[in-house]
């Protein structure tokens, strides 16, 4: 077996393993898309007529779910940084990194497992959510191919966010703090177009809004789900997750490889 | 063994076994820091293979730093270290491939059935699905929790997570072994279990690194003993060279009297040269104690005419060893002796 087989070889089985943590325990690895869920249920409900009467058209409760659901699926996304820190830091506070860092397997299996764990479970929750939405009413109007696309940004903002979330998890030196960290990255979604457009918020924050990455990522799913203008957002959101994702593996290898916690 | 010498590999990715007398580990003036903290200050070390060597220390003395370097799970500072024929530095991969490691805290997935755990870590060795599963039986049913193999590792009982943790290190028959403080935690009966299956692992041939506060521990087990403490090797031998370090069997008389102290401490000069505690009036006399001796040193008294006012027989163990060399620097070794009467 060559070099690459092995790191594919150990990867899938620590993918299998943090497989089965999902399995087994479902109410923390689907536990993220419990937030958005709720924050749908609760701002469509409460919130929706009146935020829906003041969106371009007045469309009123349903308008908004439109508008809403795609800012609560990237919300999802974001929320799925949580499980990852926290698996990361459990895993690093616990001995069995320690087997795993004395064996002859290849170094990065261990985070890959994790991260490409974390993209599947976040995928599956945001199944959930979305069929929460449909339910609610949600109709979007995505051909086959806009839908795929808006897997593959899905999967890579997911992909991004795991890998800046395992760095969180690996410089947090107790579970609890690795289940505060990322609460920043849940949040960011906030401060941008997720819930009401940039273009409604004051000054500093609308700048800041505009600027910041999940605003693109919201408006290119929103895009590609409801059909309103992507324009250069699609390629916008491609970048920032390419860069957070290099930002997150380079840090996180320079962590694992330097650091052993005890 | 030189570097040039580059055996067939084995299933393990280790050079071949080593033959007799060649030494599994061994290690030159290792030193390691954490900011002004010395925590290694210069460690040597030489392990046969094939022998079960202990390293003794009190908390804090550098042992698991020194499993840590050996282990490849951090970098030495200073100095240089081969475990089965590889350099830790230059040849982790090697390192790995030859060693399993079990350290003070079970290394194992609490999420995970036991069974699930041990293909676990044959599915990283590659051992094969066959392989592995066939691995993972005769582990559950050779460390006695067969009849768990389907329960989560994180109902397990202290002694049983040791075994299923020991388990996990044997998936892939490695030939260095390292325990870090394999027993501490442990009941009586656990830690007499875990006695046996380190037994059974050196009549296997396997080499052994064993850490270890407890004495009768490394009195039990190793081969050879090094007593480590504040970073530095201050002892290394047999359990019996290490007890003939400190002061012997010897016999303690304690007089009343300046006078009869004095005139005591006279009849015993030279060769026979009693170690005196003047603050006490007590003579520390070498001997072993039986009645020969006792017969002739109370000859000896009645020559002097002088009476003791109390005598007692002291034999050493590794408890004085550990006490006389580690602490206050190990310099005043005899002023160390536990008082142990016997």
Same mark, same amino acid.
């Given at each position: 077996?060559?070099?690459?087989?092995?790191?594919?070889?150990?990867?899938?089985?620590?993918?299998?393993?943090?497989?089965?943590?999902?399995?087994?325990?479902?109410?923390?690895?689907?536990?993220?898309?419990?937030?958005?869920?709720?924050?749908?249920?609760?701002?469509?409900?409460?919130?929706?007529? #009146?935020?829906?009467?003041?969106?371009?058209?007045?469309?009123?409760?349903?308008?908004?779910?439109?508008?809403?659901?795609?800012?609560?699926?990237?919300?999802?996304?974001?929320?799925?940084?949580?499980?990852?820190?926290?698996?990361?830091?459990?895993?690093?506070?616990?001995?069995?990194?320690?087997?795993?860092?004395?064996?002859?397997?290849?170094?990065?299996?261990?985070?890959?497992?994790?991260?490409?764990?974390?993209?599947?479970?976040?995928?599956? #929750?945001?199944?959930?959510?979305?069929?929460v =939405?449909?339910?609610?009413?949600?109709?979007?109007?995505?051909?086959?191919?806009?839908?795929?696309?808006?897997?593959?940004?899905?999967? =890579?903002?997911?992909?991004?966010?795991?890998?800046?979330?395992?760095?969180?998890?690996?410089?947090?030196?107790?579970?609890?703090?690795?289940?505060?960290?990322?609460?920043?990255?849940?949040?960011?979604?906030?401060?941008?177009?997720?819930?009401?457009?940039?273009?409604?918020?004051?000054?500093?924050?609308?700048?800041?809004?505009?600027?910041?990455p999940?605003?693109?990522?919201?408006?290119?799913?929103?895009?590609?789900?409801?059909?309103?203008?992507?324009?250069?957002?699609?390629?916008? #959101?491609?970048?920032?997750?390419?860069?957070? =994702?290099?930002?997150?593996?380079?840090? #996180?290898?320079?962590?694992?490889?330097?650091?052993?916690?005890? | 063994?030189?570097?040039?010498?580059?055996?067939?590999?084995t299933?393990?990715?280790?050079?071949?076994?080593?033959?007799?007398?060649?030494?599994?580990?061994?290690?030159?003036?290792?030193?390691?820091?954490?900011?002004?903290?010395?925590?290694?200050?210069?460690?040597?070390?030489?392990?046969?293979?094939?022998?079960?060597?202990?390293?003794?220390?009190?908390?804090?003395?550098?042992?698991?730093?020194?499993?840590?370097? &050996?282990?490849?799970?951090?970098?030495?500072?200073?100095?240089?270290?081969?475990?089965?024929?590889?350099?830790?530095?230059t040849?982790?991969?090697?390192? @790995?491939?030859?060693?399993?490691?079990?350290?003070?805290?079970a290394?194992?997935?609490? +999420?995970?059935?036991?069974e *699930?755990?041990?293909?676990?870590?044959?599915?990283? +060795?590659?051992?094969?699905?066959?392989?592995?599963?066939?691995?993972?039986?005769?582990?559950? *049913? @050779?460390?006695?929790?067969?009849?768990?193999?389907g329960?989560?590792a994180?109902t397990?009982?202290?002694?049983?997570r040791?075994?299923?943790?020991?388990?996990?290190?044997?998936?892939?028959?490695?030939?260095?072994?390292?325990?870090?403080?394999?027993?501490?935690?442990?009941?009586?009966?656990?830690?007499?279990?875990?006695?046996?299956?380190?037994?059974?692992?050196?009549?296997?041939?396997?080499?052994?690194?064993?850490?270890?506060?407890?004495?009768?521990?490394?009195?039990?087990?190793?081969?050879?003993?090094a007593?480590?403490?504040?970073?530095?090797?201050?002892?290394?031998?047999?359990?019996?060279?290490?007890?003939?370090?400190?002061?012997?069997?010897?016999?303690?008389?304690?007089?009343n009297?300046?006078?009869?102290?004095?005139?005591?401490?006279?009849?015993?000069p030279?060769?026979?040269?009693?170690?005196?505690?003047?603050?006490?009036?007590?003579?520390r006399?070498?001997?072993?104690?039986?009645?020969?001796?006792?017969?002739?040193?109370?000859?000896? &008294?009645?020559?002097?005419?002088?009476?003791?006012?109390?005598?007692?027989?002291?034999?050493?163990?590794?408890?004085?060893?550990?006490?006389?060399?580690?602490?206050?620097?190990?310099?005043?070794?005899?002023?160390?002796?536990?008082?142990?009467?016997?």
């Amino acid at each position: 077996m060559s070099t690459l087989t092995y790191a594919v070889h150990d990867s899938m089985t620590m993918l299998r393993r943090n497989i089965k943590h999902a399995l087994r325990y479902p109410a923390v690895s689907l536990g993220p898309a419990m937030m958005p869920i709720l924050m749908l249920l609760l701002f469509v409900y409460a919130f929706g007529d #009146s935020i829906g009467a003041g969106l371009p058209g007045n469309g009123g409760r349903s308008a908004y779910l439109e508008y809403l659901t795609p800012g609560v699926i990237i919300m999802g996304v974001a929320a799925g940084a949580m499980s990852t820190s926290i698996a990361v830091c459990q895993d690093m506070t616990e001995g069995i990194v320690n087997r795993f860092r004395t064996m002859n397997i290849t170094r990065s299996s261990f985070m890959t497992g994790h991260v490409v764990g974390s993209v599947l479970t976040t995928l599956v #929750s945001l199944i959930l959510v979305v069929a929460v =939405a449909l339910a609610l009413g949600f109709r979007p109007s995505a051909t086959p191919v806009e839908w795929l696309a808006a897997a593959g940004l899905i999967t =890579a903002i997911a992909f991004a966010v795991a890998w800046l979330s395992a760095a969180l998890g690996l410089i947090s030196k107790t579970v609890e703090s690795a289940s505060n960290k990322p609460l920043l990255i849940q949040f960011l979604p906030f401060l941008g177009s997720a819930f009401v457009p940039a273009g409604t918020m004051a000054p500093g924050l609308r700048w800041f809004a505009e600027n910041q990455p999940f605003t693109p990522m919201t408006e290119t799913l929103r895009g590609l789900l409801t059909g309103s203008a992507i324009g250069n957002d699609g390629w916008i #959101s491609l970048a920032w997750c390419a860069g957070i =994702a290099l930002v997150g593996y380079a840090w #996180s290898r320079t962590l694992f490889n330097g650091t052993t916690k005890r | 063994m030189p570097s040039s010498v580059m055996p067939t590999t084995t299933r393990n990715g280790g050079p071949q076994s080593p033959g007799v007398g060649a030494d599994a580990i061994s290690a030159v003036g290792l030193r390691k820091s954490y900011g002004d903290k010395t925590v290694l200050d210069g460690i040597d070390l030489r392990i046969p293979a094939g022998s079960v060597f202990a390293l003794l220390g009190p908390n804090g003395a550098g042992k698991t730093t020194t499993v840590q370097i &050996l282990s490849t799970l951090i970098a030495a500072d200073g100095g240089q270290a081969q475990v089965a024929g590889h350099d830790v530095a230059t040849s982790p991969a090697g390192v @790995r491939a030859a060693i399993g490691v079990t350290g003070q805290f079970a290394a194992l997935d609490d +999420l995970l059935t036991a069974e *699930e755990n041990l293909l676990l870590v044959a599915d990283l +060795l590659r051992l094969g699905k066959r392989e592995g599963r066939k691995r993972a039986k005769e582990l559950l *049913e @050779r460390f006695d929790i067969a009849d768990v193999a389907g329960n989560r590792a994180a109902t397990f009982s202290g002694g049983m997570r040791r075994r299923l943790d020991i388990a996990m290190t044997l998936v892939g028959d490695p030939r260095v072994i390292f325990l870090d403080e394999p027993t501490t935690g442990l009941d009586p009966r656990s830690r007499r279990t875990m006695w046996e299956t380190v037994r059974s692992l050196v009549a296997g041939g396997v080499t052994i690194f064993l850490t270890t506060q407890y004495l009768e521990e490394a009195d039990q087990l190793a081969d050879r003993i090094a007593v480590l403490d504040g970073g530095r090797i201050v002892a290394e031998g047999t359990s019996d060279e290490l007890k003939a370090q400190i002061p012997g069997s010897h016999v303690r008389l304690r007089f009343n009297e300046t006078d009869e102290y004095e005139r005591a401490a006279a009849a015993f000069p030279g060769a026979v040269g009693a170690l005196r505690d003047d603050e006490e009036l007590t003579l520390r006399i070498a001997g072993d104690g039986d009645l020969a001796a006792l017969r002739t040193l109370f000859d000896r &008294l009645d020559a002097a005419g002088v009476r003791a006012a109390d005598f007692s027989v002291h034999t050493p163990d590794l408890d004085d060893v550990f006490l006389a060399l580690t602490g206050d620097g190990g310099t005043g070794a005899a002023l160390h002796v536990k008082e142990t009467q016997r």
